[in-house]
């Protein structure tokens, strides 16, 4: 087979997403590199070019190492008397690039220029004034700290991305910006301050005023007095939110930025993930629809040490009863009409990986017990064969019933909830954790410009009002729904309350007592909303099941099952 060209190579829609968010990257400084399997440059940004100070023709169809002066396996810049200035200053990020069945099929780096203030860090001291006025424009984080680690100087990024005043941080210890008191970042900046020796760290979590964890990259050196003595030490920090959003939209990997909070409910679930995400143990995941327990398999799964092997995703309730069996263990060669050669389930499918069971409390008793011996001895036949199949996959199950209740009425077997039961995750409702509000609309907020490629610079107060004054009978996928609508509508830089849907308020008002229960106009619920859509669907396509469900983007047998229960004629 003749070796693909270039052209061939930015044609494969594992590149597609990268591709798109270009420009993006563009309008922030961030320069994008894309390279094939052998480390050649198949496509550099703008910005990269101009960061580079190359010319397309000195990088398509060159090995990164060469042309860069570094490459997917080498992440740091080579040193060189000879390598060029300001791409010495470049500290890329490397990303695989996977197509859809998770094989690799690329390389991406995003990187930014620091040459802008390198030769300003070499001649900082702690008394220059001047200098550290010009570190106060930059859109870099900047601090410096005496050899104690105290904070002596915060910048203006530095208030912007940690969300403190700089008269609430001079002072106070640099441990308190991390996530964590025993953290590697603390121990870099004490050894650059011991040794005078500048440092990087790859991937810090640092812990903003209002609780939220953000990525962080940062630099280390010694900062120095006229004579040449240490005297302390000069951090610079860069915000990586903007790079992980981008990996869980293109490669729908998502990691603990991904979640947020600071009620007791979700710092537990902090706590405990990481310990969790590290054993093989089962997992069950509880808790109402639309608070995040699809997100919170994803993220234990990238934590674990199958994080590079599959995750797959079977919905108990999407399939028939007489689907699901064939479509998780399998089947044979002629095992029943059509089944003209052998299938894999996705048990196979997550062979190594991780198998997330949505909705297992939805699943038939007859099937829970074949489950259960899975669980039990790691194998099982496939429908009609007669050859045992061994597997090594970790089960992740999520439920919004209540399976203790199940299992008393003979809805639910009693071993299979107790072999689930190993460990128990249960997520909130969004009423329980109001204090979240705040850091789940800027976070959420952030994650919806980004992939929009829009920009909102704040909400005003009375829209923020009817925000936070909600009660959210639909949890966080209701709040989603509730920006978005928000970010569609507005025009400019500021969400307004005419921006949000007309509900919320009226929701509001009816909760504060001033509007009657049995005002018609009161904010529709949850099923409310779901039996319209459905509702809506079927009449536009006629009563054709297969149309509406596929503009649902759900299956055909879901809107079947959700139709029956909401009591809507399938026509």
């Known amino acids: 087979m003749s070796q693909?060209?270039?052209?061939?190579?930015?044609?494969?829609?594992?590149?597609?997403?990268?591709?798109?968010?270009?420009?993006?990257?563009?309008?922030?400084?961030?320069?994008?590199?894309?390279?094939?399997?052998?480390?050649?440059?198949?496509?550099?940004?703008?910005?990269?070019?101009?960061?580079?100070?190359?010319?397309?023709?000195?990088?398509?169809?060159?090995?990164?190492?060469?042309?860069?002066?570094?490459?997917?396996?080498?992440?740091?810049?080579?040193?060189?008397?000879?390598?060029?200035?300001?791409t010495a200053d470049i500290n890329p990020v490397w990303r695989a690039v996977r197509d859809e069945h998770g094989k690799t099929a690329g390389h991406a780096a995003l990187f930014q220029d620091h040459s802008a203030f390198r030769d300003l860090l070499s001649r900082v001291r702690h008394e220059d004034r001047r200098l550290k006025t010009i570190l106060d424009t930059l859109e870099t984080g900047v601090l410096t700290v005496?050899?104690?680690?105290?904070?002596?100087?915060?910048?203006?990024?530095?208030?912007?991305?940690?969300?403190?005043?700089?008269?609430?941080?001079?002072?106070?210890?640099?441990?308190?910006?991390?996530?964590?008191?025993?953290?590697?970042?603390?121990?870099?900046?004490?050894?650059?301050?011991?040794?005078?020796?500048?440092?990087?760290?790859?991937?810090?979590?640092?812990?903003?005023?209002?609780?939220?964890?953000?990525?962080?990259?940062?630099?280390?050196?010694?900062?120095?007095?006229?004579?040449?003595?240490?005297?302390?030490?000069?951090?610079?920090?860069?915000?990586?939110?903007?790079?992980?959003?981008?990996?869980?939209?293109?490669r729908d990997k998502y990691t603990f930025f991904d979640m947020v909070g600071q009620s007791p409910a979700i710092t537990r679930l902090f706590e405990i993930i990481p310990v969790v995400a590290a054993s093989d143990a089962t997992i069950l995941i509880e808790g109402p629809t639309g608070t995040g327990k699809d997100l919170l398999a994803k993220v234990i799964h990238n934590a674990s040490p199958r994080a590079k092997k599959p995750l797959i995703k079977v919905n108990c309730a999407a399939l028939?009863?007489?689907?699901?069996?064939?479509?998780?263990?399998?089947?044979?060669?002629?095992?029943?009409?059509?089944?003209?050669?052998?299938?894999?389930?996705?048990?196979?499918?997550?062979?190594?990986?991780?198998?997330?069971?949505?909705?297992?409390?939805?699943?038939?008793?007859a099937l829970q017990a074949k489950l259960l011996r899975v669980i039990e001895d790691k194998e099982f036949y496939p429908l009609g064969g007669r050859k045992v199949v061994r597997v090594n996959t970790r089960i992740i199950a999520a439920t919004?019933?209540?399976?203790?209740?199940?299992?008393?009425?003979?809805?639910?077997?009693?071993?299979?909830?107790?072999?689930?039961?190993?460990?128990?995750?249960?997520?909130?409702?969004?009423?329980?954790?109001?204090?979240d509000l705040h850091l789940l609309v800027a976070h959420i907020l952030r994650r919806l410009c980004a992939t929009r490629e829009t920009s909102v610079e704040k909400i005003s107060e009375p829209a923020m009002k009817l925000i936070l004054e909600h009660d959210y009978p639909?949890?966080?996928?209701?709040?989603?729904?509730?920006?978005?609508?928000?970010?569609?509508?507005?025009?400019?830089?500021?969400?307004?309350?005419?921006?949000?849907?007309?509900f919320l308020e009226r929701a509001v008002r009816q909760k504060q007592g001033l509007e009657a229960d049995s005002d018609s106009s009161a904010a529709p619920t949850a099923l409310d909303l779901e039996r319209q859509a459905l509702t809506r669907a079927l009449e536009k396509h006629r009563g054709n099941q297969s149309a509406a469900a596929k503009e649902l983007g759900i299956h055909r047998t879901t809107l079947w099952r959700k139709a029956k229960k909401l009591g809507i004629g399938v026509f």
């Not at 320069?31 to 398509?60: C, H, N, P, Q, R």
């Not at 870099?188 to 979590?205: C, F, H, M, Y």
């Open 4 to 86: 693909k060209s270039a052209g061939d190579l930015l044609a494969d829609k594992a590149f597609t997403p990268w591709l798109e968010m270009a420009q993006a990257l563009d309008s922030i400084g961030a320069g994008l590199v894309l390279a094939d399997l052998k480390g050649k440059i198949i496509f550099a940004s703008k910005t990269a070019l101009w960061l580079t100070d190359k010319t397309e023709e000195e990088l398509i169809g060159k090995p990164c190492s060469q042309a860069l002066g570094f490459g997917p396996d080498s992440p740091c810049p080579s040193p060189g008397a000879d390598q060029d200035a300001k």
């Open 146 to 250: 005496d050899r104690g680690g105290h904070i002596s100087f915060f910048n203006a990024t530095a208030e912007t991305l940690t969300g403190y005043a700089r008269s609430e941080i001079l002072g106070k210890h640099f441990s308190m910006l991390f996530a964590h008191k025993v953290n590697p970042d603390v121990y870099l900046l004490q050894k650059t301050i011991a040794d005078a020796k500048p440092r990087v760290s790859r991937e810090g979590i640092l812990k903003t005023s209002k609780g939220e964890r953000i990525p962080v990259r940062a630099r280390y050196m010694a900062l120095k007095n006229e004579q040449g003595r240490v005297i302390g030490g000069l951090v610079t920090f860069s915000d990586l939110s903007l790079m992980y959003q981008l990996e869980g939209v293109i």
């Open 320 to 365: 028939p009863d007489t689907l699901l069996e064939s479509e998780m263990f399998g089947y044979s060669k002629g095992a029943f009409t059509g089944a003209d050669k052998d299938k894999p389930g996705r048990f196979q499918d997550a062979d190594n990986g991780t198998l997330f069971l949505d909705e297992i409390g939805d699943m038939p008793l």
């Open 400 to 435: 919004n019933r209540d399976l203790m209740s199940a299992v008393a009425q003979k809805a639910f077997r009693q071993d299979l909830f107790y072999r689930l039961n190993v460990v128990r995750l249960e997520l909130p409702a969004l009423t329980q954790r109001k204090v």
């Open 474 to 502: 639909g949890n966080v996928r209701e709040l989603e729904n509730i920006l978005e609508h928000a970010l569609i509508l507005c025009p400019g830089a500021i969400i307004e309350k005419e921006h949000l849907p007309d």
